[in-house]
């Protein structure tokens, strides 16, 4: 029995034994390590808006606690690789640590720029293999001049915390601080506790907080916390048919011939709604006045692709995974109808088409859709500016050829950042930034006014080439006789929610474009408008025109009709660094409902749950009305309802039907 009695004992005082063994701690090598985490805990910090100082507070102590928690096993991992015969590891370690920590930077610069991490980023880049690298690069949009200087300091940096890392190992090397194991278990306990803590609550706009922050870190360390928001349950995305699957009746006009004019789209990169005045663009601000007057105006995506998408195909970008996963192309139905109905679809791009695949996503696998395209990127080069010219001098060649039945998709880039015009163009705004870094975090007032500054002078330049081509048309009697269309793929913002530039959240700086959609004579004189125009966007623009050419096709695309929409809503999504974007708003004409789906790794297609993360109002200021109260329900019914089941047929957003 005594035997017995002792294996516990045994095993007790075993645990003992290990619980207060010394740790080898070698801090000297690390505290520059924690410093620096903790100063780039700063910049984390500044992603994130913040509904109170509390919250702010919160905030700092969570990161912080983080920062910590990092460490704990990088220095128990120091003292036992300082033992015996894994010394000579120890230098190995140090050194692959210290990289890691220059890494962050990139990392936090990326998450600043456009919501990506460092290793999603890489993806992007290496998409399509190493012989993409170079196109890829450019489509990023990142200024080549800039490349060399970072380059340089991230190689420099690079050594530096290399060379530290060497000279700090060998020279702490005998120097140690020893811990009881078990203190620094108890500590490490603490500080997930203090993070657990940290992420439960009942304050939903602190856990919504949290959650933003949680995404911006490359690492996550502490127990997983339920996605904060509304829960639902939904069916995988409504099909849509391809153009073998729409009937030849469905573009059969109603009441005779239909009239074919010559249309014009034009696609102004990074615009803001907003911008559109008599100052910065004179030419579209008295062109706005002949337009339909929108109530207001919405892109189907934060970046390009997915609004290029959109806008080419009249399908919502949730879908841009899936159609580039689709074994088959066979590109947009709105188009293939306007070349069935006998148009001539004509590109005309400053920026090649190519990224993401959307020529072949539009056009077809062969591009037979697409009767002729100018691609001024790769058949001139140059700088944005001077592509620009050159597509303006395309489009003025091809516009003393006899008119009718052609449609114009014409793509411009200068007000890209980092926003060019020709050299000797006149720049209005002045003082303006004559170079400006991106990746600044710390942008002054000053700085960010002389950016805007050089922002507005692009746009100077856009609105001048827009109105060269209003004068050819006017030149020729063309003018009255087009259908005339302007957009941008997306909006452009200056530190408004803390983001710079777009494609990283979905508010309105970075969603509200300028539509402005210009009929026919003829059409204006026969197509009457309803009293009161519904909320415009990308997806609606080809289905408008096939409608006002008497071209049906229904069920074929998520668009609707502007002159005949059925609800009074836009769906907008989000960049999400790879095929399948997993973040939306549905815009109404009082409020926004975000949503998120379950997993943002996962294709959207195979996903069924899907979180309501908050309802603002039009201009994201926060809606007291919780969603889940009498009240909340019926706002959810009456101004999402409609959009979100024409995504998820039969699917509720309030109350039961």
């Not at 005045?277 to 105006?297: G, N, R």
């Not at 059925?566 to 960049?575: D, G, K, L, M, P």
């Amino acid at each position: 029995m005594s035997g017995v009695a002792e294996i516990p004992q045994r095993s007790g005082h075993t645990f003992r034994a290990t619980m207060s063994r010394p740790a080898q701690l070698r801090p000297a090598v690390w505290l520059p390590g924690i410093a620096y985490c903790l100063w780039l805990d700063r910049l984390v910090l500044g992603t994130v808006g913040y509904a109170s100082a509390a919250h702010e507070l919160e905030a700092v102590a969570f990161l912080i606690s983080q920062t910590l928690l990092l460490f704990l096993p990088v220095i128990l991992v120091d003292g036992l690789l300082a033992v015996g015969a894994l010394r000579s590891w120890r230098m190995i370690f140090v050194a692959g640590v210290y990289l890691f920590l220059g890494a962050l930077y990139i990392d936090a610069l990326l998450y600043k720029l456009m919501a990506l991490h460092l290793w999603r980023g890489l993806g992007i880049l290496l998409e399509g293999g190493l012989s993409h690298l170079g196109r890829n690069w450019a489509d990023t949009g990142v200024c080549a001049s800039a490349v060399p200087g970072w380059l340089g300091w991230g190689g420099a940096v690079c050594s530096f915390i290399l060379l530290f890392a060497l000279v700090s190992a060998k020279a702490c090397f005998g120097r140690a601080l020893r811990v009881p194991l078990g203190r620094l278990l108890l500590v490490g306990g603490y500080l997930l506790l203090v993070c657990q803590i940290l992420s439960t609550g009942d304050d939903t706009q602190w856990i919504l907080t949290l959650g933003e922050l949680r995404a911006a870190l490359p690492i996550y360390l502490g127990a997983s916390v339920p996605v904060p928001g509304r829960k639902y349950k939904v069916p995988p995305l409504k099909a849509l048919q391809d153009f073998s699957a729409v009937p030849a009746r469905a573009t059969a006009g109603t009441g005779g011939p239909a009239p074919r004019p010559d249309i014009f789209v034009f696609v102004l990169e990074s615009i803001r709604g907003d911008f559109i005045t008599p100052e910065i663009t004179p030419s579209l601000a008295a062109f706005s006045a002949e337009c339909l007057h929108f109530p207001d105006t919405l892109a189907s995506g934060n970046a390009s692709h997915i609004s290029w998408y959109s806008l080419l195909t009249a399908n919502y970008g949730l879908r841009f995974g899936a159609a580039k996963r689709a074994p088959r192309r066979p590109g947009s139905v709105p188009l293939a109808l306007l070349k069935r109905a006998g148009y001539k679809i004509n590109v005309l791009c400053s920026s090649t088409l190519d990224y993401h695949e959307i020529d072949k996503l539009a056009f077809g696998e062969k591009l037979e859709l697409c009767d002729s395209m100018f691609d001024a990127q790769k058949q001139r080069g140059g700088d944005a500016p001077e592509r620009d010219l050159a597509v303006n001098q395309a489009l003025l060649r091809a516009l003393q050829q006899p008119s009718g039945a052609r449609l114009f998709l014409v793509f411009y880039h200068s007000t890209h950042h980092d926003y060019d015009w020709p050299a000797n163009d006149p720049a209005p705004f002045i003082p303006y930034a004559r170079t400006w870094n991106y990746g600044d975090f710390n942008i002054g007032k000053n700085q960010l006014r002389l950016i805007m500054n050089r922002y507005r002078n692009a746009l100077y330049f856009q609105d001048r080439l827009v109105q060269n081509v209003f004068s050819a048309l006017k030149s020729n009697g063309e003018y009255s006789r087009a259908i005339i269309v302007v957009t941008g793929d997306h909006g452009e913002e200056f530190l408004e929610h803390g983001k710079l530039l777009h494609a990283s959240n979905l508010f309105r700086p970075q969603t509200h474009v300028p539509f402005l959609f210009r009929l026919s004579a003829d059409l204006a004189a026969s197509h009457s408008p309803p009293p009161k125009l519904p909320l415009a966007s990308h997806v609606d623009l080809l289905p408008t025109l096939l409608d006002c050419l008497g071209i049906q096709a229904s069920n074929s695309f998520d668009g609707q009709s502007l002159l005949h929409k059925s609800f009074n809503q836009v769906v907008i999504t989000a960049e999400n660094a790879d095929f399948d974007p997993v973040r939306f708003c549905i815009q109404s004409s009082r409020y926004k409902a975000f949503f998120e789906y379950e997993d943002p790794s996962r294709p959207t297609a195979e996903q069924h749950t899907l979180y309501l993360k908050s309802v603002t109002d039009t201009q994201d200021g926060p809606v007291t009305c919780g969603t889940y109260s009498a009240a909340g329900r019926e706002l959810l019914d009456a101004n999402f309802q409609a959009a979100f089941e024409s995504l998820y047929p039969g699917a509720t957003l309030g109350g039961t039907k």
